[in-house]
């Protein structure tokens, strides 16, 4: 699978994902706080399965 996911885009991943695992860890919110995870991951990694069906992709083109 070819990165799909821009730096801007990546940037903003990360930043909210560990936002909401900070926010559920001090207890500022739920349980739900665990979604978390998926943008911190499509931020890492810079592909997001659901860009797929739909061709999308915010990388710069070559």
């Given at each position: 699978m070819k990165a799909n996911v821009g730096s801007v885009d990546r940037i903003f991943r990360f930043v909210v994902g560990l936002g909401l695992i900070g926010a559920t860890l001090s207890g500022a919110i739920?349980?739900?706080?665990?979604?978390?995870?998926?943008?911190?991951?499509?931020?890492?990694?810079?592909?997001?399965?659901?860009?797929?069906p739909f061709g999308m992709s915010t990388c710069k083109r070559k």
């Open positions: 739920g349980q739900w706080g665990w979604i978390g995870v998926v943008p911190l991951l499509t931020g890492v990694l810079g592909r997001c399965p659901a860009y797929l």
